[in-house]
């Protein structure tokens, strides 16, 4: 899973006060080479995969159908383990998951944000048995996304959607960057 490297710098944090669609979006000032995104679920409202925005103006989200992924999850508690693929292309963000649920999730997110070429998504997701995980709580599934936004202009802000579903009390979204 992508960590957050010492020397990185804290650019936002938002956590979400009451259910909504979307946590508040994240800006930064200056030009940051490599993004480290930290999200937490508390769950759905319904079933479904959040994603992430990113803009290349603060406070302006990318809704473009410019975001490609791909990935697979590996579910937990059979004898064998089964990892099921999924490609989307043609997207309005890109995917924290590869799996739809109404469970909490927790992941990480790796983004290198050249200036003057596409932005690459690495992340790994946890998502939990549960909602609104407070102590040790089993593991559903294992998540594993690779993605692209297709925007030659370096990422200014962020935000985490539901994606067709509200996003519940208690989510939130951290940015961490690296300059250049």
């Known amino acids: 899973m992508p960590s957050i490297p010492l020397g990185a710098h804290k650019l936002g944090e ?19 080479g490599v993004l480290f995104i930290e999200h937490v679920i508390a769950g759905y409202s319904g079933s479904g995969i959040a994603i992430l925005q990113f803009g290349t103006t603060a406070g302006t989200l990318d809704t473009g159908s410019n975001y490609a992924s791909g990935g ?7 004898a064998a383990v089964t990892a099921t693929p999924t490609s989307r292309v043609s997207q309005v963000g890109v995917q924290v998951a ?3 649920t109404a469970n909490a999730r927790y992941g990480m997110h790796q983004v290198q944000n050249p ?6 998504v690495d992340s790994r997701t946890t998502t939990y048995a549960t909602t609104t995980v407070t102590a040790a709580t089993a593991i559903s599934t294992i ?11 370096p990422a200014q802000c962020v935000a985490m959607l539901g994606n067709g579903v509200n996003l519940l009390t208690g989510s939130s979204l951290a940015v961490y960057g690296i300059p250049g």
């Open 14 to 32: 938002t956590t979400m006060g009451s259910t909504a669609a979307a946590t508040a979006t994240i800006s930064w000032a200056g030009f940051y």
């Open 72 to 78: 697979f999850h590996v579910t937990m508690g059979t």
């Open 98 to 100: 590869n799996d739809a």
């Open 115 to 120: 200036n003057g070429r596409n932005k690459q």
């Open 143 to 153: 998540s594993v996304m690779e993605g692209r936004w297709f925007q030659n202009s």
